[in-house]
């Protein structure tokens, strides 16, 4: 079975820094393009940003660029979005998904006070 888990969602202050994690079960994270959404409430879901599969080569929109990075452990299986300098308008709850795929983490919550 395929599952995706995210961690590293928390409360943190305007400026601050949290990394999370996506680690992976049932699949390869270097096969797929895998990504990152976040949907705040009331919002549509809203991508983030992206790492390929094959070269890890990264993507992301331009609400977050220069501010988080993606990042691949192969060794661990698992994904990360560093996000620097957060805002409040970065509060939502931030899913990984291997897009290909379609397969979907059940997100955490990140909270960023003003």
């Known amino acids: 079975q395929v599952h995706l888990v995210e961690s590293g969602g928390g409360l943190v202050q305007a400026g601050g820094s949290l990394r999370l994690s996506c680690a992976a079960s049932?699949?390869?994270?270097?096969?797929?393009?895998m990504g990152w959404f976040r949907q705040a409430p009331g919002k549509q879901r809203e991508f983030v940003g992206r790492?390929?599969?094959?070269?890890?080569?990264?993507y992301y929109a331009d609400s977050v660029k220069g501010r988080f990075t993606i990042s691949r452990d192969n060794a661990k299986n698992t994904v990360y979005l560093q996000m620097n300098n957060l805002k409040p308008e970065d509060t939502a709850v931030y899913f990984c998904?291997?897009?290909?795929?379609?397969?979907w983490g059940q997100g955490t919550q990140v909270t960023v006070s003003s």
């Open positions: 998904a291997a897009m290909e795929a379609d397969y």
């Open positions: 790492i390929t599969g094959r070269i890890g080569s990264t």
């Open positions: 049932g699949i390869t994270v270097s096969y797929y393009a």
